[in-house]
């Protein structure tokens, strides 16, 4: 499983990946800003593959663009829906809480981060990304079926 972790505080992207590192999370990829995430998952290239990500963690507040910016954006893409994002804030925020569930957030991190929320929140998010993908499965298999028995 590839997890992005998108933060642009240096520091705060080495804590969480020594704490998933620790954890056995050994795919992890680091972006310092919403535009490196852009060029990792190949949005802004239609040539560019986009890239096997399994679970975002990204911060609410970066420089560039916003967390929430970042989030509506990469769920625009059809490809990248499936995609789980856990946005961290510094300041829980009621309003940019429900902002940021809206624009496709899936579940939301209080910094300071909790090491035992974290890893919570990162298992559940990829167990529901499994289901998702097994889901798509099902749904693809079943559709071959179908076309298989119309010919039969």
Same mark, same amino acid.
């Given at each position: 499983? $590839? ?5 642009? &505080?240096? $520091? ?6 020594? &704490?998933?590192?620790?954890?056995? *999370?050994?795919?992890?990829? /680091?972006?310092? $800003? ?38 509506? !954006? ?14 961290? %804030? ?10 940021? *569930?809206?624009?496709?957030? %899936?579940? *939301? ?9 974290? /890893?919570?929140?990162?298992? $559940?998010?990829?167990? /529901? !990304? ?13 559709? /071959?079926? !179908?076309?298989?028995?119309? %010919? %039969?």
């Amino acid at each position: 499983m $590839s997890l992005l972790i998108v933060d642009d &505080i240096p $520091s705060q992207r080495i804590l969480l990946k020594a &704490i998933l590192n620790t954890n056995g *999370y050994k795919d992890i990829q /680091l972006a310092a $800003s919403a535009q490196d995430v852009f060029k990792q998952l190949g949005i802004d290239n239609p040539e560019q593959p986009l890239t096997n990500i399994n679970l975002i963690i990204m911060d609410i507040n970066m420089a560039d663009i916003n967390g929430i910016e970042a989030c509506h !954006k990469i769920k625009a893409i059809p490809q990248l829906q499936d995609i789980p994002i856990i946005i961290m %804030t510094g300041t829980p925020d009621e309003e940019k809480l429900q902002q940021a *569930y809206q624009a496709g957030a %899936t579940d *939301y991190l209080a910094k300071p981060i909790n090491k035992f929320e974290l /890893l919570s929140r990162v298992q $559940s998010a990829l167990r /529901l !990304k499994q289901e998702i993908d097994q889901r798509k499965q099902c749904k693809e298999e079943l559709k /071959l079926l !179908k076309e298989n028995l119309k %010919t %039969t």
